[in-house]
């Protein structure tokens, strides 16, 4: 499967996709990531590769695929006419149709493939072959429960496109979706399951869901468009996609999973204790939001490495006793006159905020 997954070539994009539409996309996908993450023990999710998501079973060794293809739509229900119309592309060439498409993924992962799904916002008004409900009142819908008429519609029509002489194999894992993520308000609705997800996690936590929602927006971002010849699987893993390891990590890197606020009330008292003058207890605040807010952003690689080398510095010190019968000030008064012989300090990074890495490093 992963081999198979980055040599097997991409289809051809149809052309560039309007701002909204794509965001409508990437907002889904964090509420997609979310939902496997609380309930999966593995798994991996690649953005725009092969489809707009692709899911698998696994990110060290992948043995089933999903493929998911995300269309929203202003207004009107889906119906068999529009999922099996190609449209023309600005170069004239007939682009494969949305059952097309889904059914092209089927075809070269026919060894792993366990659902090809169509999600929209929309509902699907389609004849069932069991009309009770009605398909507009369904929220999934399995191509196999449609009329013998529309599936051959749609049978014809994959076997037009892909030339085949005989039957395609794809209607039992093959399901229209209807999402409740609505066109206008994707935005606000992917921060509502963003905070219910993480104060299900940390239920004694303030988070700034805004901050925490443009991260992971941007990570989603990043990774959709990210681009390169002769991509390997290890590619692919860190730059195309996020699996339960990697988020996971980006969590614990970017302090999602931690308490600042409670961190730092204890903080406060100790500091004080030690004699640390107000004045100076609130300049290490103010530098402690700050690297709370400049954690957010998992790449920022200076930030990262200097947390490292502070981390490292730190280690050290603790190990060779240099420490010993310090304070917690006088403590990170030692890190930082070591970390400051070596290294030179960005403007941006005052002297205060280096503490507070060191704060957090050695205290939390």
């Known amino acids: 499967m992963k081999e198979h997954l980055i040599k097997v070539p991409?289809?051809?994009?149809?052309g560039p996709t309007s701002a909204s539409r794509f965001d409508y996309q990437k907002d889904w996908s964090i509420c997609k990531l979310i939902e496997y993450h609380k309930i999966k023990?593995?798994?991996?999710?690649?953005?725009?590769?092969?489809?707009?998501?692709?899911i698998m079973d696994s990110e060290s060794n992948p043995q089933r695929i999903e493929f998911y293809q995300i269309k929203g739509k202003k207004s009107g229900n889906w119906k068999v006419s529009d999922l099996i119309r190609s449209e023309t592309g600005k170069?004239?060439?007939v682009l494969l149709s949305i059952i097309g498409k889904l059914y092209d993924c089927k075809s070269k992962f026919d060894f792993g493939t366990s659902s090809l799904n169509f999600v929209s916002n929309a509902r699907f008004q389609v004849d069932l072959e069991v009309t009770l409900p009605s398909s507009l009142?369904?929220?999934?819908?399995?191509?196999?429960?449609?009329?013998?008429e529309e599936k051959a519609k749609i049978k014809n029509k994959i076997k037009t496109e892909h030339s085949l002489s005989i039957d395609p194999i794809y209607e039992d894992i093959t399901f229209l979706r209807v999402i409740d993520l609505s066109l206008d308000g994707s935005k606000e609705h992917t921060q509502g399951k963003i905070s219910e997800f993480l104060n299900s996690i940390f239920p004694n936590k303030n988070f700034n869901i805004p901050n925490v929602y443009r991260m992971l927006f941007d990570e989603v971002k990043r990774r959709s468009g990210y681009s390169k010849d002769n991509i390997t699987y290890e590619d692919l893993l860190s730059n195309k996609a996020i699996g339960k390891s990697q988020?996971?990590?980006?969590?614990?890197?970017?302090?999602?999973?931690?308490?600042?606020?409670?961190?730092?009330?204890?903080l406060d008292v100790k500091l004080q204790n030690d004699g640390l003058s107000f004045q100076a207890t609130k300049n290490l605040k103010q530098a402690w939001k700050k690297l709370e807010l400049e954690r957010m952003n998992p790449n920022n690689d200076y930030l990262y490495k200097l947390i490292d080398t502070l981390k490292a510095i730190a280690n050290e010190s603790e190990s060779n006793g240099t420490l010993n019968n310090l304070k917690l000030i006088e403590c990170v008064e030692s890190i930082y006159n070591t970390f400051n012989k070596t290294v030179v300090i960005p403007v941006s990074y005052d002297l205060n905020f280096i503490k507070a890495i060191i704060l957090s490093e050695i205290y939390d």
């Open 41 to 54: 023990s593995d798994y991996v999710i690649i953005f725009d590769w092969h489809e707009d998501l692709v």
């Open 247 to 266: 988020f996971e990590q980006i969590m614990e890197a970017t302090g999602i999973n931690k308490n600042y606020d409670e961190i730092w009330n204890r």
């Open 10 to 14: 991409i289809r051809e994009k149809a």
């Open 91 to 93: 170069d004239g060439k």
């Open 137 to 148: 009142t369904k929220d999934d819908i399995c191509i196999i429960e449609l009329k013998s």
